[in-house]
């Protein structure tokens, strides 16, 4: 329909939308981090118990993340697959484009210039 076809979005809506949707991910990410803290402890004058006490509370908060992770991993996937079937197929090949283009970028592109610049710098 006709609707569909405007692109007559308010900006204030969509910056409102980027920033809370910014912000939601930046609190989740910390959170996930704060379950995977660690610190150093020297233990020698633990008891076997007190050893056994740290050893397991270290294993229920690794168990935490593992499921809180896997859980927003399937969030995010779901919410993804929700999207691209309501979109267009044009906008399905922008996704994808933009997409492959983050991971290329992220995984390639930039820690090649970084190791080049380290290089350079060192030498």
Do not use: N
Request: hydrophobic content about 55%; some cysteine; aromatic content about 12%.
């Amino acid at each position: 329909p006709e609707d569909c076809m405007k692109s007559d979005l308010p900006l204030v809506r969509c910056v409102v939308v980027g920033i809370f949707s910014a912000l939601l991910s930046s609190a989740f990410i910390f959170i996930l981090g704060l379950l995977h803290q660690r610190e150093i402890v020297y233990c020698a004058t633990w008891s076997a118990k007190e050893r056994r006490r740290k050893l397991r509370s270290w294993r229920l908060l690794d168990g935490v993340l593992a499921v809180v992770g896997f859980c927003y991993l399937l969030v995010a996937m779901i919410t993804v697959g929700l999207f691209l079937a309501e979109v267009s197929e044009r906008d399905q090949d922008m996704f994808l484009a933009s997409a492959l283009t983050a991971v290329l970028k992220s995984w390639f592109i930039t820690p090649a210039l970084i190791s080049f610049v380290f290089a350079t710098v060192s030498s």
